[in-house]
Structures are given as C-alpha cells and as structure tokens.
C-alpha cells in the first residue's frame, strides 16, 4: 500500500482574496466549519452590517441564534479581535467564531479567558490548505480553543475567588477601623485581599496577625525567622510559659509547633463567624481585636526576652 505525503499549501494560493474567494466559499462550504464545532450551522449569509460595520459571515444555529464568524487569512490581531468583541454586541449573538491562519499565543489566552469569564461561546479555529501528492487543494480546520466544561470551571471558580477577595477587602477595612481607634499595634497595616493582615512584633521574623475564615477568625503570633531549628527555640522558649501566658489571656491558647513545616505559632480561634457572616462583622471585628490586645499583652513582653541565636 502507498501512502501519500501530505504537504501545506499557502492560503493565498487557495483563496486569493479574503472576503471574495475564501468568505464565499465558507459560505458554501459552511458543513466544513460544522465539523470542528460542537453545534451546526444551518446557514451562512455574508456581509450582514452590524452599525457602521460589516460581519464577514453571519450563521444561525439549529435554534435559530445568531452567530458571528470572522474570516483572517494572515496572524490574528488585535484589530480582528476587536471586532469579533463588536459584532458580537452589535447582533446580540450567541456565539463567535474567528477563523485565523495563525494564531498568537496571546489571542488563544485572550480567547480562552473569554470562554472562563463569560456565558457566550467563542471559537478560535485555524485554517490551512493542504494537499496529498498531486492532489488539489484541500481545507483543513482546527479548533484551537473553544468553549468547555473545565473552561466553565474555571471560569466558576475564578469569579468565586474575586468575590472572595473583595468581600474579604471589605471585612478588614471594617476590622482595621476598629483596631486603629483602639490601639497602634495595626495603625499602620492597610486592607487587601488576602485571608490575613498582620504587622510586626519588633522582633524580626515575628508577627501578630489576624486570619479570617468563612466562618470564624483569629488572632496570633506567628514566628518565622527562616529556619527551622530558631522557630522551634523560639517557640519553646514562650510554651515553657504557658499557664502564666493562658492566666494573662484569660482563656486556652493553640499552641501550634506546626509538625513538618518551617513556621510555628500562637493562636486563639473566635468561631463567632468569618467573611462570610457580613451582618454579624461589627461584632467580630470588635471580638477579634479584643482577642488581639489581649494576646498582645500576655505574650508582647515574652516576645521581647526572647533569647536569639
């Protein structure tokens, strides 16, 4: 049996022009499309105005929905991208397709966030020319990205993540305000997006930090000085003081070696709600810096014997 060899063909000795030989010819063609989608197309018109502007091919699904299609026989671009974006809202279609014959690497990204960050569908399909032996010209499609379900995951949880960090930007705003009307040990730290603020002991490599949970809060000192060995002397340098530590505090301390990791640390857990408990934030946040001072007090002067290597 003998194979053929399959060799590319350049586009533009295909389709000379771009709207008039390979638009046209898509339109006629347009089952060859169909088989790189995951829906059909049952017809194709060209040249539909969209405002001042005219969409190479305008589709309809099996429902009826529109769906834009443009056509670019050189490397995507920017411009061409620009313009799928203003077809698209200009028809209120429900999906896009852009056919290139090069994709960059940043217009996949750009598509491919689309698919994550919106419920419309878009396509980014490449196109060739090939041929086997002698044989003519032949199309040859391939869909880079498209719409998926792990982009629709992604994209879920993606947006669930920005929510996350503007609400928790809006909880330690409300704490810090708090926490700066009664005491300086905070005064300087500013609101972000983490699940944690915290400022400096005055001994380097350890901090008193606030962490916030969906549910619960906490106040602690966090020691990290870079290795393993002086965290584990600090630590047990302030656990010999333990009861006295507690006594002051006024209640039961975490006392965290932190087995297999490089930090330890000194918590107390507020399971009196979280970020996610907005209508009870007032009282968290004055409960939590409570907890902080208090913590502050019993372990501040400890923190300063400390003996360092």
Not at 228 to 238: G, K
Not at 265 to 271: A, D, K, S
Request: hydrophobic share 40%.
């Amino acid at each position: 049996m003998s194979i053929g060899k399959l060799t590319r063909v350049p586009l533009r000795t295909v389709w000379k022009h771009e709207a008039y030989d390979f638009t046209t010819w898509l339109e006629e063609n347009i089952d060859v499309l169909n088989e790189v989608l995951d829906f059909n197309l049952s017809s194709a018109e060209r040249e539909k105005a969209a405002g001042n502007f005219s969409v190479d091919l305008v589709g309809e699904d099996e429902n009826g929905n529109t769906v834009v299609i443009e056509n670019q026989l050189e490397k995507s671009d920017h411009d061409h991208l620009g313009k799928v974006l203003t077809y698209l809202a200009a028809l209120d279609a429900r999906a896009a397709v852009w056919i290139v014959a090069r994709p960059r690497p940043e217009h996949i990204k750009a598509i491919t966030w689309l698919n994550e960050a919106t419920s419309t569908p878009f396509y980014l399909i490449q196109v060739e020319a090939i041929r086997i032996g002698d044989s003519a010209p032949a199309p040859l499609l391939t869909r880079i990205t498209g719409p998926s379900a792990e982009a629709r995951a992604a994209g879920a949880k993606k947006k669930d993540l920005s929510e996350r960090h503007e609400i928790r930007e809006r909880f330690w705003v409300g704490l810090l305000d708090v926490a700066k009307s009664k005491s300086k040990l905070h005064s300087r730290i500013s609101p972000g997006p983490k699940n944690w603020i915290g400022t400096g002991s005055g001994v380097q490599g350890l901090r008193w930090n606030y962490a916030v949970r969906q549910h619960d809060v906490q106040v602690e000192l966090y020691i990290d000085r870079g290795e393993v060995d002086v965290n584990a002397s600090l630590f047990e340098q302030l656990i010999a003081h333990k009861e006295a530590v507690e006594s002051s505090f006024g209640d039961s301390l975490d006392w965290q070696r932190l087995e297999g990791k490089k930090a330890c640390r000194v918590r107390y857990t507020l399971e009196i709600g979280g970020w996610r408990d907005e209508e009870k934030w007032p009282v968290i946040a004055e409960s939590a810096v409570d907890a902080m001072l208090r913590l502050e007090k019993a372990l501040g002067g400890r923190v300063k014997a400390l003996k360092l290597d």
